[in-house]
Every structure is written in structure tokens, then in C-alpha cells.
């Protein structure tokens, strides 16, 4: 079966900052080493050997690049198009999620907003969790799967998904 | 009739104790075996299935095995899922290395030979350790497999298998694991549904789930299809757009 990953949306967001984002990040290295660990991800992707998953709610929380001005109404249809791309799955956030990630937020100590990934990622039994914010905490049990929250890289291969 | 364990040389098999059985009771339970080790098999990596095993079938038809073929090294993995597989079901758990597609195919094995109180079939890991196939093994497959609860919600994946036999239906099958969701719809949905053959889309409705989550169906209330690949903005031209490039 195809490596699956979930990404967080701040994933989705370094990836699109580009560069620009390591300005605004004091440890330089660290954020050169995430920026390529995004790259390769979607480069893999793009060849046809690993496929991202992500919540709904990453399409609310990719809005705009950093420090730049309003978008024009008109390109929204095309930026909601980029999360149709073929090696995206994107999973709706069902009360069944949220209240799982009410869990995450209790057991967890993390925000609701981050708890919403990590739980989506268990509910969908992938147990590598691309994060930036969420690699610091690196592991949480979820309804008794743990899952991996690790920055984007191709070369986990200990982690395998149980998704069946 | 009993296999003589001495005379097992398979690495897994399927031993068939009846004294008589139909030909479909013994093409079931044959059927059965093989294609839950060829969905082992194949879960596990890259091997061709139906070229790592070969078959062998014992003298007076008592039992059906495998042993591995051309150079396949997975033998002894997939005797131990298999094994381990039947072993959690018969005691109510869910397999973590059992597909949806292995545990129907154990649930297929459990209902052989319907015309028994419990099939007289064993499942052979070598001449080690045996696991009988008993009706609580299909009891946990319906379990696992059935819906539970249900939600509005949505799933996506390819539309295939379009059908107006005893309403409209299709299938959608999620791009990542092949996993089939049934939608039924109602027959206004079919010019959409038709248009968008063999296409991504989202199906919008009541979902109905399983135990674990899973989707198993769907009563659609909308169907949105995926955009052509010249419609997806690439990366850069993401970049472009939340860059500013297009500013109101």
C-alpha cells in the first residue's frame, strides 16, 4: 500500500511560505531542514509514492502567505482546487472527530485546533503526523494507537500504517 | 477424515475433517483459504500473490496448502498473521493485520459447510499450531464490518460502478486504500453521477459507519467531482496567489 502521512496545516504552510518563512524563524538551519523534508513530501507525492491526508480544517487554516495583503475574491475557487490535487485526501471533521479531539485537548494539554489533526490522523489510522508545532510533543495515544507527530521527512520507514 | 499431521508439508493449511461435503462447501472453504492468504500476501509488500505460493493438495482431498515459490521470502510472515488473524477473530478482536478483504475471506471459511454445527476445519501453521475455524470468526466479521452508527458527512474517492438495478447506486472507491463506499442516490443524481464516471468526487449525506469509523454507505444529498488537473494550481502558482499576486 502507498505511505500515507497526515499533514498538519502548518505543514501546508511552510511549504507555501517557501523561503520567505525562514526570516521569520530564529533557529535558520532547523527551518532549511523542514522546508526540504515539505519538498520532498509533495515531490514523492507528485511521483506517486506517498499520499498526504489532512482534515477539513486545514482548508480554513491555509489562507495567506505571511505579511501579505488581502486575497481577491475570485481566486478562491482555484486555492480551494489546491487541496483536490490527486495525492490529497482531505477528511471531514465529524462530531465523532470532534470529540476525539476534545480527548486529545484533555489528555494532551495541546489547542483544539492542533488536537482536530492529531485526532483525525488516529481516527483515520495513520500514525505519522507531519507537524512542526506538534514534533515538539512527538507522541501521542489516541483510543490505543499512537501516533508519531515527526516534521516532514520521506525517510520514516519504521512507521507503518494500519489503516485497513 | 482427519489430516496425519506427520504428513503435513505445506507451510500453511487448510484441513477439512467432514466425511462428505457438496462441491460448493469444499470450492467455498478452498476459495476461502486461498484468497486469504493471496490478500495476506499481498497486504504485506510488493509480491505478486499469485506467484508466491504454490499449491498442494493432500491425498484424499482432506487438505489444501501453500508453500512458498519462486524465491518468496515472506512465508513464515504471512503463516503468522494468518495464524494470529483467526486466532483474535474466533475471540472477538479485530485483527490489526487483517484487511476488510482478509476478514471477509475468514468470515467465508467460518461459514463453510452450512449443513454442520461448526465446520470440521482447521488452519495449519506448519505441523505446529492449528486454529479451528469456528462460527464466532464470521459472528466477529460482521461485527467489524457492519455500520454501527450514522452521521451526515462525506467521503471521496473514484466513482465506479454505476447501477440503476433496485434504485440508483454507485461506488466510490478511496484513492488511497481501494476501500468501497456504496452511495445510493437519488435518479436525478444520475446525469451527474453518469458525467463523472471514473472520476474523483465527494459524496455529501447520511453516512453510515462502522465500529471503527470506517464508511460503509452513503444516502447522497450531493455529489461534487474534482476538478481536471489543469484546474489545480501548482505550488508556485499557490504562491503567487497567497503572495499577493492577486490582491483585491
New interface residues.
Partial sequence: ??H?VYWDSDVFLR??N?EEDRAFTADKAQAEIVLRGCQDV?SACQKGVM?I?TSALTIAE????RS????????RP??N??F???FI??K?L???IAELARDVVWDSDVMAKDAVHVATCA??KVRELHSIDLSKKKKFEVNGLIVNAVIPSTVQKEIVN??? | MAIDINKITTDITLEIDEESMSISDYQKASDSFLDLVKEITKNIGQHKASEAWEVRVYSGSVGVGVIPYNGFKDGYRVQGIINQGLEMLSKGLKPLEFTDKAIEHAKGLALSFKSSVAPKIRVWSGKEKSVSIVREIAKTADQLLSPSHEAESSVEGRLETLTTHNGSKFVVYDVIDNRSVSCEIPIEYLDIAHRNFNKRVEVIGVVKFRKDGMPVSVKASKIIPFPNSEEIPSLERMRWLLNGGAIA
Fill in positions: 500500500m502507498i500515507v511549504l507555501i517557501g509533495w499520499h491526508m491555509v489562507i495567506h502567505k501579505t495583503p488581502k486575497l481577491d475574491p475570485k481566486y482555484e486555492i482546487n489546491f483536490k490535487q490527486t485526501s482531505i471531514p465529524t462530531n465523532e481516527y483515520f494500519e489503516r485497513n
